[in-house]
């Protein structure tokens, strides 16, 4: 096992090193959830200052023309370039469930023949909970959930698209991205991808894998903030087919021609639907930059380093890690299956160690390589050895649940 002494050499040569201070982290704070929520880069406060002080305070509305109206569009193309997207088939706009309705009752729309999309039982809830509201919203459609293995085999003549999350938000399980979109392609269906816990987790082709479309948050790993806008990605061969059924203004071709008719705009600007929230976008924008400097490619090999010392330690304390030990099959976190892991992880937030809690027994960790070291991994397993050895998990506050785990 790593030792402080080891953890201190391995951190002192880590070229990721210098981001750390780019953020705001708070004193004795070891944060293991920015896969929940990314803490917030530095550059973000002056830069919101700007937005609100000038921007918004000064300009008043002249800034929608110096600026604000191109953000979804520019935020959209520097994404692209960590999720390797062309910078015109990416837009950032509402939320990652918004988003995936857009995405799904457009590709519903596209084959009256194909009318049923497939998804994982266990996907993450608001992509089922969509996937419900989206047949809902289409005459004849239906939704197929299928347990992970079988999600391939479920697909058919009448499917019109397969709905899955990349890297699973509980387990850390990763879909091959490549043989997965081929399968569905095979069988003529298209798919559509979650990537709130891939972007900005390791790096992603998605071009290379032929992918149609994708959605992702923006307040997990590309560290946002609290709501972030979310984006989407539609491949370029599939934006003069596919429309967006929140056929809103914003995805107007004239906007501001203030036409009765709705007239669908060309490439991603289709798939904007109301006013762009500025503010959110200049937080956002600020977190992107900071990964834009950064290499994933490294903070990838990293994260898989953080992986092998968290789990490591896992195993010494008799955890059931529950994420797969190759690094080719999994995401950037970490998660152990513990019968206490509600209390465990509140016994943690109380030491300093900020976790989460995923229902009904799993305690997940998040290793976000631009501000997380390996001496942060060895003291949240201090931590974690005394809380699970002294029993102090079991104090009757560490039970109390709060709306938010
Ligand atoms: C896989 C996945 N999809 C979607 C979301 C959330 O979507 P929204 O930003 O619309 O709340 C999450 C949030 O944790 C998630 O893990």
Request: charged fraction near 20%; glycine fraction near 10%; include cysteine.
């Amino acid at each position: 096992m790593m030792t402080r002494e080891d953890a201190r050499a391995r951190d002192a040569a880590d070229p990721l090193r210098p981001f750390r201070a780019r953020f705001a982290l708070p004193e004795g704070v070891i944060y293991l959830d920015g896969n929940s929520l990314g803490p917030l880069p530095l550059s973000a406060v002056p830069a919101l200052a700007d937005c609100v002080e000038r921007q918004w305070g000064d300009r008043l509305i002249r800034s929608w023309n110096e600026g604000w109206i191109e953000a979804p569009r520019r935020l959209g193309g520097k994404i692209a370039r960590l999720i390797g997207a062309q910078a015109h088939e990416v837009i950032v706009a509402d939320s990652t469930s918004a988003n995936l309705f857009k995405a799904l009752v457009a590709a519903l729309n596209r084959d009256p023949a194909r009318r049923t999309i497939v998804s994982e039982l266990g996907n993450f809830h608001t992509d089922l909970h969509i996937a419900e509201g989206a047949i809902g919203c289409v005459p004849g459609a239906s939704l197929r959930a299928v347990p992970r293995e079988a999600v391939l085999d479920a697909l058919g003549s009448d499917t019109a698209v397969l709905l899955l999350t990349h890297v699973h938000y509980k387990t850390a399980e990763r879909f091959d991205l490549g043989a997965i979109t081929q399968g569905a392609h095979d069988a003529g269906a298209l798919v559509l991808w979650d990537f709130s816990h891939s972007a900005g987790a390791l790096p992603i082709d998605l071009n290379s894998a032929n992918a149609d479309l994708a959605v992702g948050c923006g307040y997990k790993y590309l560290n946002g903030g609290p709501g972030a806008p979310a984006w989407l990605f539609v491949a370029e061969r599939w934006h003069d087919t596919l429309g967006n059924p929140l056929s809103g203004w914003m995805g107007h071709a004239a906007p501001f021609a203030f036409e009765d008719r709705y007239r669908p705009a060309s490439g991603m600007d289709r798939w904007l639907t109301g006013t762009p929230p500025i503010l959110g976008l200049a937080a956002l924008e600020a977190g992107v930059d900071l990964w834009l400097e950064a290499s994933l490619d490294t903070a990838w090999a990293k994260s898989q380093a953080l992986f092998d010392t968290m789990a490591a330690i896992g195993d010494s304390l008799g955890l059931a890690c529950v994420s797969p030990r190759d690094a080719g099959r999994r995401g950037s976190h970490i998660s152990f299956r513990h019968p206490d892991a509600h209390a465990l992880c509140q016994a943690l937030i109380a030491r300093g160690v900020i976790g989460d809690f995923r229902a009904p027994d799993i305690l997940r960790l998040g290793l976000t390589p631009l501000y997380i070291g390996f001496e942060d991994i060895v003291r949240a397993g201090e931590i974690l050895a005394d809380i699970l050895q002294s029993g102090s998990y079991r104090a009757p506050i560490f039970s109390k649940r709060h709306a938010v785990t």
